[in-house]
């Protein structure tokens, strides 16, 4: 076997799914607005969007759901 025939495209060991990829980039959305939403409350007093309003609660899940659906989307895949 020649070098070229030994190389391994690694962009094929890393494909996602169509739904994989549909479900990472909702809750890559989801997170983000809640992300907003939880820091436009934090400065305003008038807005109550969330439930119990601001809360660092809100902050530590949307990060996580934020990493989540990147990794679900493929974003930190290999290209």
């Not at 495209?9 to 890559?28: F, Y």
């Amino acid at each position: 076997m020649t070098k070229e025939a030994q190389k391994i495209k690694v962009g094929r060991l890393h494909t996602r799914s169509r739904a994989s990829r549909i479900a990472g980039w909702s809750l890559l959305g989801l997170g983000l607005i809640t992300l907003v939403v939880n820091w436009i409350e934090e400065f305003t007093d008038t807005v109550t969007i969330l439930p119990g309003g601001h809360s660092p609660f809100y902050l530590v899940g949307s990060i996580c759901v934020i990493v989540v659906g990147a990794w679900r989307a493929g974003i930190f895949d290999a290209k």
